[in-house]
């Protein structure tokens, strides 16, 4: 048993490494050290991997692959559970009397079951020709109209994006997720969701039964809590354990939920964040503007270039095409945009609550 816990340490180990060295190793702090040397290298081993897929494998590698973690997760919450189950709760029960703790106990992990289940085989809004129209409006500055999937070969509506993995557009599509190996788009968000609060729910309680027993030993041999675990008897180690791995855990996917929530106040998916930091970029040099009671093909807002000659030019945000050059400047009212926040609205944003019941698809 001790090996096999050994085992998901080393997992969790290096997976937190990994992680780190992708998210915080292109920081300037570690120029120059072998954690930089290591995310420079990145790139190319993605970029292999991604020609491998595409050449022998029809893209479809990683969602074959993709079923191994949600599979392997459950599989180690199983034996996590079982363990806890065998060894723990007997402790626990001499120690807690309340039939409550015993029924929320059972309630925590049938509710991670379901939700994972509920989050892996639900279809996130997948695009076919029959899907009726969107309700959202293309804004004209992230989603514009007339945009085919050149994959589908399907209209894409407001807020949709094709996932590569899966194969299909998704409806309001937000991320493809690796946990549950599914797209998280219009009609799943709340499976997602309820998935976040479920593993939330079993790590935050597991950290705290297990505390729970930890304490009580503290007080039955009076030594500190890492003697306890290290130092006395199985049970306490592998509570002790259990304890660790919740705790850590238990922060890290509260810290994406509360991600989560902060997009859903702010009116925008995991996938618009980079559009509207695109947006940002642009009127932070001053090169986007918008056509006053005008529009050209729908367009309503114009990005400014310099060409090589000299002449500047205002090119469209959805192909980059020249729509207004010297010759019919005259016919246009150009507005420079000096601000995302004042003279930019988020048409998605309609207020938390709202966000959230139009995210949970409860009409
Ligand atoms: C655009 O239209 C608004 C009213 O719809 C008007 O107040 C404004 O003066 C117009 N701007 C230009 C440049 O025509
Ligand atoms: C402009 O918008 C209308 C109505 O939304 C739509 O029918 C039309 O195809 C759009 N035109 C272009 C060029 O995108
Ligand atoms: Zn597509
Ligand atoms: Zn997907």
Excluded at 32 to 61: A, C, D, M, Q, W
Excluded at 318 to 340: G, Q, T
Excluded at 345 to 360: A, M, P
Aim: with cysteine; charged share 15%.
């Amino acid at each position: 048993m001790i090996s096999l816990f050994s085992f998901i340490l080393v997992l969790c180990v290096v997976s937190g490494v990994v992680s780190a060295i992708v998210i915080f190793g292109d920081l300037p702090n570690f120029r120059g050290t072998p954690i930089h040397k290591l995310r420079l290298g990145l790139p190319s081993v993605v970029r292999l991997y991604k020609t491998t897929n595409e050449r022998y494998f029809n893209n479809k590698l990683q969602l074959w692959f993709g079923y191994t973690v949600p599979t392997a997760y459950m599989a180690v919450v199983t034996v996590c559970i079982y363990n806890f189950l065998v060894k723990t709760t007997p402790v626990l029960f001499t120690i807690v009397e309340s039939k409550l703790v015993r029924y929320y106990m059972y309630f925590t992990i049938a509710l991670v079951y379901l939700a994972t289940t509920l989050a892996v085989c639900s279809d996130p809004g997948k695009i076919t020709a029959n899907t009726e129209a969107s309700k959202f409006k293309n804004n004209q500055l992230i989603f514009f109209d007339n945009k085919m999937c050149s994959t589908c070969r399907v209209l894409k509506p407001a807020r949709s994006k094709h996932c590569s993995t899966c194969g299909h557009c998704v409806l309001l599509f937000d991320h493809h997720c690796v946990w549950i190996n599914n797209c998280v788009g219009y009609y799943n968000y709340k499976w997602f969701l309820l998935f976040l609060v479920a593993n939330i729910n079993l790590l935050g309680y597991g950290s705290y039964l297990c505390g729970t027993v930890l304490v009580s030993q503290k007080l039955r041999w009076g030594k500190s809590f890492w003697n306890i675990i290290v130092a006395t008897n199985a049970v306490n180690k592998i509570t002790g354990v259990f304890f660790l791995l919740c705790s850590i855990f238990v922060c890290i996917t509260t810290i994406f939920t509360a991600l989560h929530l902060r997009y859903l106040y702010l009116g925008v998916t995991t996938n618009e964040l980079d559009k509207w930091s695109d947006i940002e970029y642009l009127v932070r040099i001053g090169a986007l503007y918008e056509l006053e009671n005008n529009s050209i093909d729908n367009e309503t807002y114009v990005e400014k270039v310099t060409l090589q000659s000299g002449e500047d030019v205002f090119i469209s945000l959805k192909n980059n095409e020249i729509l207004i050059n010297r010759a019919n400047l005259p016919l246009y009212n150009l507005r420079k945009i000096e601000s995302v926040e004042r003279d930019l609205i988020n048409v998605y944003d309609r207020g938390f609550w709202n966000n959230l019941r139009e995210r949970i698809y409860i009409h």
